[in-house]
């Protein structure tokens, strides 16, 4: 089946506008995650949802991120007035709960 | 937090050769996974690894969850082995992974 698909592949925000990215995770899955990879680095953990559910947000690194999955599927991640240090890549990643987790392609975020 | 270190940062080898990369982790863990990181930035999936060892082809893994460290295994190495292999790991009580800096692998034709 489909794997975990993200859109846009690419996103290049001028200082100062929000920005909305999108996770399609695999079909059944329970959990969605969202990570954030600053070049040279690994993934750092953003927030968690279980279906609707956001169970954790310890990872969001100020108030102008936020996630939501308002039906249990689809996520996004909204950065507000974004900023040149929120310029990295995106991941999300789904997984049955308490399993393997399974990564999308990622969106890389440049801000001017 | 769980500390994860990997070992070597980089790694220089001549096509055929063989590797073992290592991730020590500081706490006990629930899951562990292993990923390579291709040039293009897709994370793909090569070992769900909390304890014992697996293969699959040229790749192997051991987890040794009691010393707290796990190992993977590349054997007859290709240039399509090249790109960043990262260990990640789950504590108990929540479902995030925590991974680990990469180990940069060149595989030289």
Do not use: M
Request: proline share 5%.
């Amino acid at each position: 089946g489909a794997g975990v698909s993200q859109s846009p592949r690419y996103k290049v925000a001028k200082r100062g506008q929000d920005v909305a990215l999108r996770c399609d995770p695999i079909s059944g899955h329970v959990s969605l995650f969202w990570y954030q990879q600053a070049l040279g680095q690994g993934p750092e953990f953003l927030t968690y949802f279980q279906n609707e559910a956001q169970l954790d947000k310890s990872g969001l690194p100020s108030d102008r991120f936020f996630a939501e999955r308002p039906e249990g599927s689809v996520s996004t991640l909204k950065i507000q007035r974004t900023q040149q240090e929120d310029s990295a890549v995106y991941l999300c990643a789904s997984s049955l709960s308490r399993s393997e987790q399974f990564f999308g392609p990622g969106t890389r975020l440049t801000v001017l | 937090g769980i500390q994860v270190e990997q070992s070597p940062p980089d790694l220089i080898l001549q096509e055929g050769a063989n590797s073992t990369l290592r991730c020590n982790f500081s706490d006990s863990v629930n899951n562990l996974q292993w990923f390579h990181q291709n040039p293009w930035g897709q994370l793909i999936n090569l070992f769900y690894i909390p304890s014992g060892t697996k293969q699959n082809g040229r790749l192997s893994a051991t987890t040794v969850a009691t010393e707290r460290y796990s190992l993977l295994y590349i054997s007859s190495s290709q240039t399509t082995d090249s790109g960043v292999y990262f260990c990640a790991v789950e504590g108990f009580g929540n479902e995030k992974l925590t991974f680990g800096t990469g180990t940069r692998l060149t595989i030289i034709p």
